[in-house]
């Protein structure tokens, strides 16, 4: 009887393993980051955000927001300080969505609805020059795989490569999350609300 209960449990311990593995793998646990230089992953872009300061890992709150505002658009966040040399309180950030995209227009209604609530409009430019990188979104374990393995080899791109590199912008379709970090034209994407840099244009 105790031999038999053994091996159910063992059985019960192999599934568990396998679907976590499973799920790791599918959130992209072994999917290689390739980081390259390149022109920006989207064109010029009109954008409606929110700036928070702080952690950033309270940026959740706000994309949680946008989403439920409405679940069809790109978010979008653009990250100005780095944790290892600013304090996480002073930490400043955008979060939002895009609005449009190159000769888009900007759908009327919908920038309304995230006027009512609280967001700001801008704009961004398409950057010539830009360290770039992919990985897949799926879920949530998706965003902290990210965190864990895009980050630290973008940082250390940047360092062999001796680049000057300041903010980090990411925008999340449905599949893909593309992080890039403007090489130029990076004043551009300093809203009215940071305390330093030139500040992007807000539009209407």
Request: proline content about 5%.
């Amino acid at each position: 009887m105790a031999d038999e209960w053994w091996f159910w449990l063992g059985i019960i311990a192999l599934v568990v393993v396998v679907t976590i593995l499973g799920a790791l793998t599918y959130s992209g646990l072994f999917r290689s980051i390739v980081v390259v230089t390149g022109k920006s992953p989207v064109p010029n872009i009109v954008v409606a955000y929110k700036y928070a300061r702080g952690s950033y890992s309270n940026a959740g709150k706000l994309f949680g927001e946008v989403v439920g505002i409405s679940s069809a658009v790109k978010c979008i966040a653009v990250y100005y300080d780095s944790p290892k040399k600013v304090e996480a309180a002073k930490l400043r950030c955008i979060v939002g969505a895009v609005l449009a995209e190159g000769h888009e227009e900007v759908d009327k209604p919908l920038e309304t609805k995230f006027k009512k609530h609280g967001f700001k409009m801008t704009e961004f430019p398409h950057v010539p020059a830009v360290v770039k990188t992919t990985f897949p979104y799926r879920n949530t374990i998706s965003a902290i795989l990210a965190v864990l393995k895009v980050y630290p080899a973008m940082n250390k791109y940047i360092e062999e490569k001796h680049l000057h590199a300041q903010i980090m912008v990411e925008i999340c379709d449905d599949v893909t999350t593309h992080y890039f970090v403007p090489l130029s034209d990076e004043d551009e994407f300093y809203v009215p609300e940071t305390a330093g840099g030139e500040r992007a244009k807000p539009t209407h």
